[in-house]
């Protein structure tokens, strides 16, 4: 059973950088795909990156501020976030799935991070 880690989370000013990490025993690009998501308030979840060994897709365009990469020596995937907003503000969680084909959605994921606070205010 892949279980999710997130860390990297907290409080950052408008303009700023975080990078979230995201690291599960056993998950590997071979056999699984991982997507960020967000969920702010009162908001539903929605996709924010997916890396698979076919390559990376970025949802809601995010792709001008959010970097994903992979650390390949132990397999731990990065959201880079720049020039964060406000509205940037969600707990972000990391999921994965079996297979290469990324995904947007939540209900194609079975594994799911407990999710990491990330919050842009002044």
């Known amino acids: 059973q892949l279980q999710p880690v997130e860390s990297g989370g907290g409080l950052a000013q408008p303009g700023g950088s975080l990078r979230l990490s995201c690291s599960a025993s056993?998950?590997?690009?071979?056999?699984?795909?991982l997507t960020w998501f967000r969920q702010a308030p009162g908001k539903e979840r929605e996709g924010v990156a997916c890396?698979?060994?076919?390559?990376?897709e970025y949802y809601n365009r995010l792709k001008a501020r959010f970097t994903i990469t992979i650390d390949n020596t132990n397999n731990t995937v990065y959201l880079q976030m720049r020039n964060l907003k406000p509205e940037d503000t969600a707990v972000y969680y990391c999921?994965?799935?079996?297979?290469?084909?990324?995904?947007?959605?939540?209900?194609?994921?079975?594994?799911w991070g407990q999710g990491t606070q990330v919050t842009v205010s002044r």
């Open positions: 056993g998950f590997t690009l071979d056999y699984y795909t």
């Open positions: 999921a994965a799935r079996l297979g290469s084909l990324c995904h947007g959605e939540e209900k194609e994921y079975s594994f």
């Open positions: 890396l698979s060994w076919l390559g990376k």
